[in-house]
């Protein structure tokens, strides 16, 4: 995913605690990107599942494109737990999104890599061995590798959740 998501103040949701929009209004962004070419037309689908996996609820949040230690996130979502997930977006070039997810897991406490292909073995088992979640994408959502809980530094996940709800100003 490339450019920052923004939408004008006609359709950026109130919200006077300056939360990130919840999920569902996340979805409808999403579902307007399926038929685009890239990265993006993976996101909604991904959504889906994982709130029907209950992974994420009505007081869940999510934010596109996050500013983070000079790169950005794809995705971060903070469920109702305050639990902070990034998940990074790759239609190949699986070592690209390993690296980007393995630098996310310091701060983040699940860490995801979205392809829209099968990821190798060997990156497959990279992944798990880090506690990485894998994703695949293509039509259906398969998770290949359930990520495990990071408990990242408290002031690391504070400041990407932080970094996040700034990021709403300017996404979803």
Known sequence: MSAAVSINA???????????????EAIELAERWETMPGERRMVASLLRW???ARWL?????????VPWRGRRIDLVTI?????????EFKLGGTARAFEQALYNS?????????SGGNPTPEYRALAHAQGLGVF???????LLERPVLQHPRPDLASALRKRALV??????
């Open 10 to 24: 006609a359709t950026k949701p109130a919200d006077a605690a300056g939360l990130l929009p919840s999920v569902s």
């Open 50 to 52: 994982l709130i029907s």
């Open 57 to 65: 609820g009505s007081a869940s949040r999510a934010a596109f494109e």
């Open 79 to 87: 469920n109702s737990k305050g639990w902070v997930s990034a998940f």
């Open 106 to 114: 310091a701060s983040a406490h699940r860490s995801f890599i979205v």
């Open 136 to 142: 695949v994408v293509n039509g259906s959502v398969r």
């Open 167 to 172: 990021a709403a100003a300017g996404n979803v």
